[in-house]
C-alpha cells in the first residue's frame, strides 16, 4: 500500500476536526498488492491519472511520490485539470525554520 495513504490517515484522525476525506488513490501502475493494500484500508483506486482526471472535475491532492521530476510534472497536469493542491503533514514531523514545504506536499 502506499506509504502516503498511511501518513494521510494518520494526519486525519489526528487532526481535531478534519473536513476532508480521502476520495482514492491515483497510480501510474501499482502492484497487485499495492491494489489488495488500497483496498483493505476502504479506499478505491481511481486508474491512472489520465482516468483519474476524467472522472473527478475537482479535488484537492497531495503527491507520494519522492521523485522531484515526476512529482512536479504530476502537480502540473493535476493543477491544469482544476485540481487543488493541498499539504498534508505528520503530526509529530519536526520541520526545521528553513525548510519549503510546497503545495501537495506529503509528508
Partial sequence: MPDDIVVIETIKVASPAPSWRVEGVVDGGPAEIELDGIAAKGFEYLGRTHTALQRIAYVTFGI???????????????????????IFIHPTLVIGSKSEIKKGTVL
Fill in 64 to 86: 507520494g511520490i519522492s521523485s522531484i521530476g515526476a512529482r512536479g510534472k504530476l502537480a502540473a497536469t493535476f493543477e491544469g485539470a482544476g485540481w487543488i493542491p493541498g
